[in-house]
């Protein structure tokens, strides 16, 4: 399999389905001339033309609802904003139209589009543009939500949102974009929703993860396999549909549990799969379930302060400890 960055393998998806379906369509702030804020519309126009890519107005309001009322009209369009915080300013679009339409219609109406947007600390882009607003969305009834990644898991979800009859808001972490991995090069090779991944095998403690706090995770088991623990790495993949028959099986193996978010810990995502494990694996835990999240603070400019605000490999890894000592 050939090996690309992220941002490449989510340019194939999108090339892939729009040269197997015309009626695939792409519009955002800037993805057409200057292909992408972050260069993710790379070539589009170029092949497509002015018809299936068009830029538009600094309106994401706007872009989100001609979206939707282009997907209830025939059209399968993947929508672009330039950071998910930007998403706010469209809720009404997304929380009361794009998510509601289907059940509001009885089935008669479908919005099959895709939501993407990039999101996540790290950048030193203060407070208003580094959130992870993940579990904004997937509050939500009626929108599934997706969160690759590494980049074969890039190209095979979003191959699969465009392709799919229901909303997909398609969150990717900023700093995501330049990491590489294989991707398979079969056009018809995609991956499920409601599919999590097993990343790495263990047997001492399960790491339930997601986006890019997988990766982090991963890097956290390889430091504390050097220590004598196996750590199995659960990917997520998708939040909603969410695939928790995977991660509950695995905590009932290894009997301890690890939850990793970037989002903000009050009301997070953490807290909901935590509940999950409680209730499905109570009399099989040897150890409270543990949360490392995001702090519950806005995003601080200064580097250093930023870093202590999301959850690092060394944050994962002593959450494992601490965990399987039963010091906390």
């Not at 369009?77 to 339409?101: C, G, R, S, Y």
């Not at 890039?154 to 799919?164: F, N, P, S, V």
């Not at 995977?246 to 989002?263: D, I, L, Q, W």
């Not at 060394?314 to 039963?326: D, M």
Request: hydrophobic share 40%; aromatic share 6%.
């Amino acid at each position: 399999m050939p090996e690309m960055t992220y941002r490449d393998a989510l340019n194939l998806a999108m090339k892939e389905e729009m040269r197997r379906d015309p009626s695939v369509v792409v519009w955002g702030e800037d993805v057409a001339f200057y292909e992408g804020s972050f260069k993710v519309t790379r070539g589009l126009l170029a092949e497509f033309g002015e018809e299936r890519v068009k830029d538009t107005p600094i309106s994401e309001n706007t872009i989100v609802g001609v979206a939707v009322g282009a997907a209830m009209g025939g059209l399968r369009p993947v929508a672009e904003l330039m950071t998910v915080n930007f998403a706010l300013l469209a809720m009404d679009q997304i929380v009361n139209h794009m998510a509601k339409i289907r059940s509001m219609f009885g089935g008669q109406a479908s919005v099959p589009m895709v939501l993407r947007a990039p999101g996540g600390g790290g950048s030193q882009l203060g407070a208003q543009h580094s959130q992870s607003l993940e579990s904004y969305f997937m509050h939500c009834p009626g929108l599934y939500v997706a969160v690759p990644a590494t980049p074969a898991d890039a190209r095979g979800l979003l191959k699969t949102a465009i392709r799919d009859n229901n909303p997909v808001v398609f969150l990717e972490h900023e700093l995501l974009y330049n990491s590489k991995g294989e991707v398979p090069d079969d056009p018809e090779s995609v991956v499920p929703f409601g599919k999590a991944e097993v990343k790495r095998a263990g047997t001492d403690v399960t790491i339930v993860a997601y986006s890019r706090m997988t990766i982090l995770a991963l890097q956290a088991a390889a430091v504390l396999e050097k220590e004598g623990v196996s750590c199995e790495v659960v990917d997520l993949r998708t939040l909603t549909p969410l695939d928790s028959a995977t991660f509950v099986e695995s905590v009932k193996r290894t009997g301890r549990a690890v939850v990793v978010e970037e989002c903000w810990r009050s009301a997070g995502l953490g807290g909901h799969l935590a509940s999950i494990i409680a209730e499905e694996c109570f009399d099989r835990l040897r150890a409270p379930v543990r949360r490392v999240s995001g702090l519950d603070v806005p995003m601080p400019y200064s580097r250093q302060i930023e870093r202590l605000c999301i959850p690092q490999a060394e944050t994962i890894a002593a959450a494992v400890r601490e965990t399987l000592s039963g010091t906390y």
